[in-house]
Nanobody, 130 residues
Framework: QVQLVESGGGLVQPGGSLTLSCAAS????????IGWFRQAPGKEREGVSCISLSDGSTYYADSVKGRFTISRNDAMKTVTLQMNSLKPEDTAVYFC???????????????????????WGQGTQVTVSS
């Protein structure tokens, strides 16, 4: 049974950093794609970043490029999202999601679309405030 569990959220001041983790179970990491999404109150869920666990390619939303870094830890079966220089507009519930066997071409064009993903975690709250 595929399960994803997010952790690492919390309250941080503007300019600070947080590291989110997505722990995967029920499947091996190869051939899967892990995406991070976020949803702020009153807003639609948006794609933040994505990593292909088959070839290591990564993707980022323009709003987080240069500030967020996605990476994998095979030993721990986790995917982390390192978030630096956080802004109040980064405040949201962050979710990780996964899908298996997505081509590079499909991923390149569709990674931010939540309909691509089959399994979702429960989310972790990130609040950026002074």
């Amino acid at each position: 049974q595929v399960q994803l569990v997010e952790s690492g959220g919390g309250l941080v001041q503007p300019g600070g950093s947080l590291t989110l983790s997505c722990a995967a179970s029920g499947f091996t990491l190869d051939y899967w794609t892990i995406g991070w999404f976020r949803q702020a109150p009153g807003k639609e869920r948006e794609g933040v970043s994505c990593i292909s666990l088959s070839d290591g390619s990564t993707y980022y939303a323009d709003s987080v490029k240069g500030r967020f870094t996605i990476s994998r830890n095979d030993a721990m079966k986790t995917v982390t999202l390192q978030m630096n220089s956080l802004k109040p507009e980064d405040t949201a519930v962050y979710f990780c999601a996964t899908v298996m066997h997505v081509s590079t071409a499909m991923l390149r064009s569709s990674w931010p679309h939540q309909g691509l993903y089959d399994y979702w975690g429960q989310g972790t709250q990130v609040t950026v405030s002074s």
